[in-house]
């Protein structure tokens, strides 16, 4: 009975040290959110402020953007993690529209971005950016990570009486670089010494103390704009309700729906290859979508997901929604309340967290895999990095991708190829093998010796597979040419599918037990397995 008693009393200590370790770990995580949160909104101060100035409007419409665009999809975005805000892609499409129409336009703007965005993701059109191969990828990092560098150098500038802007030169300059290594040395040297502050934020700590202790005069958040202000009111676009108003905005409406989606997708894929996560991209939509919806009516400029400001968070120890949650609501604080303490960080410092960032995020492997990899994949990396940098994400995707898949068309149509051999029967057997599309067509019908066939000719396509109409069409051309020549075709190994759409050459088919049962141009993000077996 005394043993029975110890060793429950035991197993009560054992429990009761694990319910104390696991709550110590809890709120070890919430703590490390938070802060990460902290760290996210005190870069994302100078980084809505310049991109309204950008759009050519006022900082508070950016600021507003930033914190609702952030707050509702760090609540039900598609990917924990994830910071959305105002960001460069965008703003640089608005500024045609406010001047040219004004902001209550840009605001009616985004709330229609945001309906096609909700739109899109009904549609699920978010499953096609499976469709974005590898090289596409890194040079979209590389390309944002040169845009990031590239987008702080003004923060080396300086206005002078008459407003222009200057290059910083000599003492002021040098401080100014100074303070900015110093901060890039912080966050390398503090995940040595301890994790418990986010290195990036021990980073803005400690320069930010040491210049307003020693009062060193540098560029501030103040030199920017001032960004004290209240809570986001609800405002009605006052634009005209007609048609004339629809015609204005939509191109723009449509543009920076795309642009969004395409930057939030791949941030959402390369947020998910750090964390581990999968999936996700029709919920991106949904909650982007909303994100604008709203903010258009609170007199936000509208945003979508920042890669750099994703960085930041997933590198701080950011993986729940707590972090982007908390980096909202913190960037609301600075606003209302917060507004002198923030305006009072020196440039310097936030300048040195996104060079850090810029390090972080460029894909630096790809440099040292250029003469290993396909040179194809060198040529479509090194597109999409350059019009990221010299025009905009959503150009630079779409054209990697065409690039990509013209490639890879061309590569499949010099694959298709037919072994030939006679068999006891003296009847001549083509084993086509390689996929039959309309890239591949032409050299399909270079394959075969219409004149010196023997009278029966089988085509057997086990090894192969028709993939669209100009295929069909091919098969149907060969069949013609064989029955003007009067020799008897047998087509062997079809799917039922391209037996049905075969008007002239599908009593050719001789069917068998092994006949795969694939679709023509189906898709292919269907459920394996949903039109029966396959070859």
């Not at 401080?175 to 301890?194: A, D, E, Y």
């Not at 920017?224 to 905005?249: C, D, M, Q, R, Y």
């Not at 991209?281 to 709203?294: D, L, P, R």
């Not at 093998?433 to 009278?455: A, H, K, R, W, Y």
């Amino acid at each position: 009975m005394q043993k029975t008693f110890k060793e429950l009393s035991q197993k009560i200590s054992d429990s009761e040290l694990q319910f104390s370790n696991l709550k110590f770990s809890s709120l070890l995580k919430f703590k490390t959110e938070i802060l990460a949160g902290l760290t996210v909104a005190l870069a994302l101060v100078p980084e809505a402020v310049s991109f309204s100035f950008v759009a050519g409007v006022h900082p508070l419409v950016g600021l507003y953007a930033a914190f609702i665009v952030g707050l509702i999809t760090a609540l039900i975005g598609g990917r924990p993690g994830m910071i959305s805000g105002a960001t460069g892609a965008l703003a640089v499409v608005m500024v045609a529209l406010v001047s040219l129409h004004g902001v209550e336009y840009l605001f009616a703007t985004v709330v229609l971005m945001g309906i096609f965005q909700i739109t899109a993701a009904f549609l699920r059109l978010g499953k096609f950016i499976r469709l974005v191969p590898y090289p596409v990828m890194l040079g979209f990092v590389n390309g944002l990570a040169i845009v990031i560098f590239l987008a702080q150098m003004s923060q080396f500038q300086t206005t002078d009486l008459s407003d222009s802007r200057q290059w910083m030169e000599g003492q002021t300059l040098l401080v100014m670089l100074l303070l900015v290594i110093t901060t890039m040395v912080v966050i390398w040297v503090m995940p040595k010494i301890t994790t418990i502050i986010p290195a990036p934020l021990a980073g803005i700590l400690f320069v930010a103390t040491l210049v307003i202790s020693l009062d060193i005069d540098v560029p501030r958040v103040s030199d920017l704009a001032s960004i004290k202000g209240g809570l986001p009111t609800f405002h009605i676009p006052l634009v005209p309700l007609n048609t004339e108003t629809f015609i204005i905005i939509l191109p723009y409406a449509l543009i920076l729906a795309t642009i969004g989606l395409i930057e939030s997708l791949l941030t959402l894929n390369l947020v998910g290859d750090i964390t581990g996560k999968i999936g996700g991209a029709s919920q991106e939509c949904v909650a982007q979508g909303i994100a604008n919806t709203v903010t258009g009516f609170f007199s936000g400029m509208g945003g979508c997901a920042m890669i750099g400001q994703s960085m930041i968070n997933v590198k701080s120890g950011g993986r729940t929604r707590i972090s982007g949650i908390s980096a909202s609501l913190f960037l609301l604080l600075f606003i209302v309340v917060g507004s002198s303490l923030i305006e009072q960080i020196p440039l310097a410092a936030l300048v040195g967290v996104m060079f850090m960032v810029v390090i972080g995020t460029f894909a630096w492997q790809s440099i040292m895999v250029i003469r290993r990899i396909p040179m194809t994949d060198v040529v479509v990396m090194l597109i999409v990095t350059a019009v990221t940098v010299i025009y905009d994400l959503a150009i630079a995707v779409i054209c990697g991708v065409i690039v990509s898949a013209l490639a890879y068309a061309w590569n499949n149509a010099v694959r298709i190829r037919g072994n030939v051999k006679v068999d006891d029967d003296g009847n001549t057997i083509y084993y086509i093998e390689g996929p039959l599309f309309f890239g591949s067509v032409q050299g399909f019908s270079e394959i075969f010796n219409l004149d010196t066939d023997t009278d029966i000719v089988i085509v057997d396509f086990i090894n192969s597979r028709i993939v669209d109409q100009s295929a069909l069409q091919a098969i149907e051309d060969l069949a013609v040419k064989y029955k003007k020549r009067k020799k008897h075709l047998q087509l062997r190994h079809l799917s039922t599918d391209c037996h049905s759409l075969l008007r002239k050459a599908g009593q050719l088919i001789v069917d068998a037990d092994d006949d795969p049962s694939y679709g023509v141009a189906v898709d292919y993000g269907v459920k394996p397995g949903a039109f029966g077996k396959t070859h």
